[in-house]
């Protein structure tokens, strides 16, 4: 069972590995389909797929989720 400090420790270790990555758009905490805390990672649709085979799908035994999403906008 994955617990909320375990994804905050995963957290501080992904902004490390994604450290200077391109079409990273933001990082956060969510939940997966289980309920347990999981790290997600927001990225540019356009984002190289080099780069985005830099995102590890797990840290440690914490779940790592990717999120495809547009420019945010204040309106």
Known sequence: MTTM???LQAKKRMLEIIKGVSGIKGIGITWDDNGEPC?????DPAIEKS???K???HIKDV???IEIVE???LE
Request: hydrophobic share 35%; no cysteine; aromatic share 0%.
């Open 5 to 7: 400090k375990h994804a």
């Open 51 to 53: 780069d985005r085979n």
């Open 39 to 43: 790290v997600q990672v927001n990225i």
């Open 63 to 65: 779940k790592v989720k």
């Open 71 to 73: 420019n945010i906008r």
């Open 55 to 57: 995102i590890p799908s």
